[in-house]
């Protein structure tokens, strides 16, 4: 039996709710949709954006689910308001995950102090109403893995490392900690990425996840070059070549995979289907 020509896919983190998708959404979601992708999370960043995500996934509810955080960058504006608003959001049905949360001293855009206070906050949160987080972390492990670690126990519903891009003993820490991790067009990128083909067969199959983080991190690989260098779900498609090539297994037997993954991890429903 031949192959499909679009493998059934899951984008697990795409921020949809970003500026520079407003003036072409409908035409997003259609490419995305052409391109085989069969569920989108939206990426919730602060307790504003986090309101977006939830209302555009409502839009779509077969198609969309939201996710409901403060990015450790916005660490410093999570506030008792702020928070609040994220944990009234992280009840609703719609909403998979907690975060983006986690720990950013790459930028450090927010005081580093707060930031752990901000994660430890989201942690306990996800522990609490028993749903999974949605983790960010750059050049911070060694002050995430014991916080990550603290509430793990109770983190019942598990989580993901969403975009990893760090060394090979990171993701066995990761690993030792039953998380998923996730893969984006990093990995497409010849100059920062491909130490990660490198251990890419080193992640479980079960723990493996895919996603675009767009409109970030567009796939260098891509050819034609798009014109545009705003990424979009539909190129989560040459994630999976990627990754696929490097696992050494077929582009389908990686996107039905990674798509059971997501629909475990997240909660989603198996009718999750394109209409």
């Not at 679009?6 to 407003?22: K, R, T, V």
């Not at 492990?141 to 014991?146: E, I, Q, S, Y």
């Not at 070549?241 to 429903?269: H, I, K, M």
Request: proline residues 6%; aromatic residues 6%; charged residues 25%.
């Amino acid at each position: 039996m031949l192959e499909p020509v679009h493998p059934p896919l899951i984008d697990i983190g795409a921020n949809l709710g970003h500026e520079s998708f407003a003036h072409d959404f409908d035409a997003v979601i259609e490419r995305a949709q052409n391109a085989g992708i069969q569920h989108l999370l939206v990426t919730g960043t602060t307790a504003s954006a986090s309101q977006h995500a939830v209302e555009i996934a409502q839009r779509m509810p077969s198609l969309l689910s939201a996710t409901a955080g403060m990015h450790p960058h916005e660490a410093q504006h999570c506030d008792e308001e702020a928070f609040a608003q994220i944990s009234e959001l992280a009840h609703l049905a719609i909403v998979r995950a907690i975060g983006e949360t986690g720990l950013d001293f790459n930028r450090d855009y927010s005081p580093r102090d707060i930031q752990e206070r901000v994660f430890a906050q989201h942690l306990a949160l996800a522990c609490e109403i028993d749903k999974p987080v949605f983790l960010h972390q750059r050049d911070a492990h060694t002050r995430f893995l014991p916080i990550l670690k603290e509430y793990r126990d109770a983190l019942h519903s598990h989580g993901v490392v969403h975009c990893f891009t760090g060394e090979r003993h990171e993701l066995y820490d990761y690993l030792d900690l039953d998380m998923y991790i996730g893969i984006t067009g990093w990995v497409c990128d010849e100059r920062r990425g491909h130490h990660i083909l490198e251990f890419l067969k080193d992640i479980p199959q079960e723990r493996l996840l895919l996603e675009t983080d767009a409109p970030y991190l567009l796939p260098r690989s891509i050819r034609p070059r798009p014109k545009s260098r705003r990424n979009e779900p539909h190129y989560l498609t040459e994630v999976l070549r990627t990754v696929a090539e490097a696992v050494g297994r077929s582009p389908l037997e990686v996107a039905e995979q990674t798509s059971a993954n997501a629909r475990r991890l997240f909660q989603l429903p198996s009718a999750a289907t394109i209409n």
